[in-house]
């Protein structure tokens, strides 16, 4: 089992910028891969940008240039810097984990952007 813990979320007004983090316990070691996903109101959920535990990166089009997804394996805790937010980018951001053959879920955390 992994559990794992979002925080960061918040109001911001157009183009400005916040920083998402999740912190990951339970079965660490056999953590393969870490992300962001996110489900906007009355839209299916999506994904924003992964890593994998080599540091291999892959983002959503729609953020390419725009987020940045890192990782501390120190701390057991991946980031998503995200610069020049825009109102489409209001939605719930869940925090994702692919460990074991299974998918892990964080419990979400608002991310809301006024223009």
């Known amino acids: 089992q992994v559990q794992l813990v979002e925080s960061g979320g918040g109001l911001v007004q157009a183009g400005g910028s916040l920083r998402l983090s999740c912190a990951a316990s339970?079965?660490?070691?056999?953590?393969?891969?870490m992300g962001w996903y996110r489900q906007a109101p009355g839209k299916q959920r999506e994904l924003v940008a992964i890593?994998?535990?080599?540091?291999?990166?892959n983002y959503a089009d729609s953020v390419k240039g725009r987020f940045t997804i890192s990782r501390s394996n120190a701390k057991n805790t991946v980031y998503l810097q995200m610069n020049s937010l825009q109102p489409e980018d209001t939605a719930i951001y869940y925090c994702?984990?692919?460990?074991?053959?299974?998918?892990?879920w964080g419990q979400g955390t608002q991310v809301t952007v006024s223009s």
């Open positions: 994702y984990s692919f460990a074991s053959l299974r998918s892990f």
């Open positions: 339970g079965s660490i070691s056999s953590i393969n891969t």
């Open positions: 890593i994998s535990m080599s540091g291999n990166t």
